[in-house]
């Protein structure tokens, strides 16, 4: 004979059953279970354990477990950022935007065995509002010359968004949150809106889109419902309100993410209003190393569009959805957890492109662990010309806007970065050159004498030359600067390079800029 007790979790549970149960000899504590009838519930305890052999007289508890859930709400402490500013004397501080701590609901599972409890444990936090981080600006005001500029250049500077307009003095924020990642920093054609990504705090995602207007009207960042931006996303030419994007997956592992390879349009409008996303290519490999993810770009007049991998550049048949190879490419073999894509630019009518290419080396095992990265130009139908040999595998090729020469012939020139040790160009720093289209008449515009490369980066041109007349009016007062520079980043500052004199400038002092764009 032996007696089975249930013991309940709490003082407001019925009081304690028992029953005694008489069982044949060897009968284990389940048999006991089992004749009685008892429910165990998942998290309740049995003493003696279940598989016991039983014995005239022994006594069996059931320890009764109650779970009971508790979701409190508590604070998330905002963040404090110091921006340095040039529109400000050193030594000056201002508040820009105040503080103001977020909250998340927190919920905690409790379990309880009679009136004691066992076990305390989160399993849950969701983010009720975030917090607004309070953002100082101090001054860094420096003596730098400024220059008045065509069109609209953005740029991040402590993961905030600014522009300058119409001056280099002339400095605006237009996101101020230090949530910028830099993965998207885009102004749309004609410079009315700004398309970016920021970091999020949400679960398996990595970041999400959104666009700004640059003229101050709106100051409201709008959501465009897109998430995990790893590669690609920028305008469709002709549109200032239509965008394309490719995504990724995110993962554990590194590098954090599975690319899909895809590329979908979207549409939006300046009330807010956001369409659904059309599919133009569905998730797909991506070739070799396709997980690291495809680059796009757009025509200038938006006509074509290429697509950029580690093995391949092609084009996209939009109606179709297929991919068209043009370019085959050697992968490069890094041996680490990044994939190296070519830098990509279209020449001005659309008509061919820049790019680098990766060549076989007489002295590497393998054509794919080659340190050759040769500049050159190709034709629609595949075919390629070189144009600098041993430029570097991060040259990233960007030509001029259209210039009326003296001769009265239309041309471009062509930007790019050199690798200052061409056989070690993924860790060397970089020359910013500037050539003919033909690659002839090169001039270095930067580094100067005793000064360090850059790092690599993809440099943009001014939309327009800083001097001459537009509507009527002067672009540039100061006649220092004579024609078209190329904006580039040097040690997180803002430089210029004056391509007809060859003389570089530093234009901002924040030391925290990480991206720019011009229009």
Not at 59 to 87: C, G, H, L, W
Not at 294 to 317: A, H, M, Q, W
Not at 419 to 431: D, G, K, L, P, V
């Amino acid at each position: 004979m032996v007696r089975v007790d249930t013991k309940p979790a709490l003082k407001t549970t019925p009081i304690p059953q028992s029953a005694r149960v008489q069982l044949p000899s060897g009968a284990t504590v389940q048999d006991a279970l089992n004749k009685m009838g008892a429910r165990i519930g998942e998290f309740d305890r049995v003493e003696p354990s279940s598989y016991t052999i039983l014995k005239d007289g022994t006594k069996i508890i059931i320890f009764q477990r109650q779970e009971i859930y508790d979701v409190k709400e508590a604070a998330i402490p905002y963040e404090q950022q110091t921006v340095r500013s040039m529109n400000l004397p050193v030594g000056d501080i201002r508040m820009i935007q105040a503080g103001e701590n977020g909250t998340e609901e927190i919920t905690f599972r409790r379990v309880y065995e009679g009136n004691v409890e066992i076990s305390n444990n989160q399993i849950k936090s969701v983010v009720v509002k975030e917090p607004v981080s309070q953002i100082l600006m101090t001054g860094s005001q420096i003596p730098f010359t400024p220059f008045d500029i065509p069109g609209i250049l953005a740029y991040i500077s402590g993961g905030n968004a600014w522009v300058m307009e119409g001056s280099t003095s002339k400095r605006r924020p237009l996101v101020m949150n230090g949530k910028l990642d830099g993965r998207v920093f885009s102004l749309s054609p004609d410079g009315s809106w700004l398309l970016f990504s920021q970091r999020v705090q949400e679960k398996e995602k990595i970041n999400s889109l959104f666009v700004v207007r640059t003229d101050g009207i709106s100051k409201d960042p709008l959501a465009l419902q897109v998430d995990n931006i790893i590669q690609f996303a920028g305008w469709v030419p002709g549109s200032s309100l239509r965008i394309a994007f490719s995504s990724v997956e995110p993962r554990t592992a590194a590098p954090g993410w599975q690319a899909n390879n895809d590329l979908y349009l979207l549409d939006f409008s300046a009330n807010g209003w956001v369409s659904k996303r059309v599919q133009v290519l569905s998730s797909n490999a991506g070739g070799v190393y396709g997980w690291w993810g495809t680059n796009f770009l757009f025509s200038p007049d938006g006509s074509k569009l290429l697509y950029v991998r580690p093995d391949e550049i092609g084009t996209v048949d939009v109606n179709e959805g297929k991919q068209l190879p043009l370019v085959k490419i050697t992968p490069l073999q890094t041996q680490a957890d990044w994939a190296w894509v070519p830098g990509v630019s279209w020449n001005p009518d659309g008509g061919m492109l820049y790019t680098v290419t990766h060549k076989a080396q007489a002295t590497a095992e393998l054509a794919e662990t080659s340190t050759v990265f040769d500049l050159a130009a190709v034709l629609l139908d595949g075919t390629t010309v070189p144009i600098v040999s041993q430029a570097g595998m991060f040259a990233y090729p960007i030509p001029s806007p259209v210039q009326a020469l003296s001769t009265g012939e239309n041309a471009y020139q062509l930007a790019y970065l050199q690798a200052i040790f061409a056989n070690q160009s993924q860790t060397s720093r970089y020359r910013l050159v500037v050539s003919d289209r033909d690659g002839s008449n090169k001039k270095v515009i930067f580094p100067t004498e005793g000064m360090l490369g850059l790092d690599p980066q993809q440099v943009i041109w001014s939309p327009q030359a800083l001097t001459g007349k537009k509507e009527g009016k002067a672009i540039l007062t100061n006649a220092s600067v004579t024609g078209y520079v190329v904006a580039f980043i040097y040690q997180k500052d803002i430089w210029f390079g004056d391509v007809d004199t060859g003389i570089a400038r530093q234009v901002s002092g924040e030391n925290s800029v990480t991206k720019i764009d011009w229009r």
